[in-house]
């Protein structure tokens, strides 16, 4: 019989021992996010940077990092760690073999990876892959054009395929028709609800979008993109709280992509959780600067009252995109904010320079006007923005314009 004593022992040893587990498992994760970060901000050099120090060959890292190197343009070196994937699961990194071995012009190569690729049943499209640059060097190689002559794709997935077309050329509805076809046919073919989804949000038609990617969820429950759309619809349709409960399902499946953290933040934001928003987009400032992320962390800022650290990041942003006539338009309340009105004119100066017809970005331009004392001009302003629709300025113009 085991004493108390040992007893203890073994309990506090097995609970020691699943922490350093789930320890080691964030820790994993949290290296895969940072690297897929990086690639997506086009940083390869700190990506793989990062990896050297860790000494970590973990197959998913690996694999990562062979996505860093087609990047860097590296294709043999990706080529090597790719083959070293494969060697692992040999589902894996045919793809990215057959790149790596079309850009290096060694198109026997290319193809053998590229067969076995295309026997897969998830792939990507004929036209994604026959457009796809990396095969440019090969295309007219006797292998490729024999590889092009055998039936890679069933008659659903060569539906897809001009559903997918249709969308890319912008004609939704076409595209819908044929998904509804296929649907009809094969009706647990769960990328059919989410191109159906991704039509109707170009359509700005979001209930349709979202009844459309829970669809594709109840055929694909765990598939984290679908989830990570759905919560996109729940915010932009005003429904933040379920947005928020989405996205951490998402998250649960998937933790190491930096969009899914993006959204959260953005979510955080909608429901005025201060805290959280900007906990969440300091880690993401860490890996991501894209002008959208900095926009977001800014407009965390902003509502936090961190107004200097707002106005970084909006400098940021429009240094990524000069010609983002919104983020003109934020920075310039900021400056409002901070009674820098000569900086607030010069904002939205630029954005009326995009948006020309938008009434409230002249009523703010003649409310920072009248704080400097421009009567004449803020006059004009208000009567533009009365012009263009915008109601609140008839106060204004009582008040300071008669």
């Not at 990047?71 to 990194?93: H, M, P, R, S």
């Not at 060569?158 to 077309?165: H, T």
């Amino acid at each position: 019989m085991i004493g108390r004593r040992n007893v203890y022992i073994v309990i506090m040893s097995l609970f020691l021992g699943m922490f350093n587990q789930v320890y080691a498992q964030n820790k994993y994760t949290n290296n895969l996010l940072i690297i897929k970060a990086l690639n997506a901000n086009n940083q390869g050099d700190k990506a793989i940077e990062h990896y050297t120090k860790l000494n970590n060959n973990e197959f998913n890292l690996k694999k990562e990092i062979g996505n860093t190197y087609i990047l860097l343009k590296d294709y043999k070196t990706a080529a090597n760690l790719f083959l070293q994937v494969n060697k692992e699961n040999k589902k894996v990194g045919n793809y990215e073999l057959a790149q790596c071995y079309g850009q290096l012009n060694k198109p026997v190569f290319a193809i053998k990876y590229l067969k076995i690729y295309l026997k897969q049943n998830d792939k990507e499209t004929i036209s994604q892959i026959k457009l796809n640059e990396n095969f440019a060097k090969i295309s007219n190689s006797t292998e490729w054009i024999e590889c092009w002559k055998q039936e890679w794709y069933s008659a659903i997935e060569l539906l897809y395929n001009d559903a997918d077309y249709e969308y890319r050329n912008g004609n939704y509805n076409e595209s819908i028709e044929i998904l509804d076809n296929i649907l009809k046919k094969r009706p647990s073919f769960h990328q059919a609800y989410y191109l159906i989804s991704q039509n109707y949000y170009k359509l700005q038609e979001k209930s349709h979008a979202l009844y459309a990617i829970n669809e594709a969820l109840k055929i694909a429950p765990t598939k984290a993109e679908y989830s990570y759309i759905k919560s996109l619809l729940l915010k932009e349709l005003g429904k933040a709280k379920k947005a928020l409960k989405e996205i951490n399902y998402t998250l649960k499946n998937d933790s190491s992509t930096i969009d899914y953290y993006i959204l959260r933040a953005e979510i955080y934001l909608a429901l005025k959780e201060s805290e959280l928003a900007e906990q969440e987009i300091d880690l993401i400032l860490n890996y991501n600067q894209s002008a959208n992320t900095n926009t977001i962390a800014a407009n965390i800022y902003t509502l936090n009252g961190n107004y200097l650290k707002a106005l970084k990041y909006y400098n940021l942003s429009l240094k990524n995109e000069p010609n983002n006539a919104k983020v003109f338009v934020l920075r310039g309340d900021v400056y409002a904010l901070t009674k820098t009105y000569e900086f607030a004119e010069k904002d939205y100066s630029m954005a009326l320079d995009f948006f020309p017809n938008r009434g409230e970005i002249y009523h703010k331009r003649g409310v920072v006007r009248v704080k400097q004392k421009k009567y004449k001009e803020a006059c004009s302003d208000f009567s533009k923005a009365r012009d263009y629709g915008y109601l609140k300025s008839e106060e204004s113009l009582k008040s300071y314009c008669q």
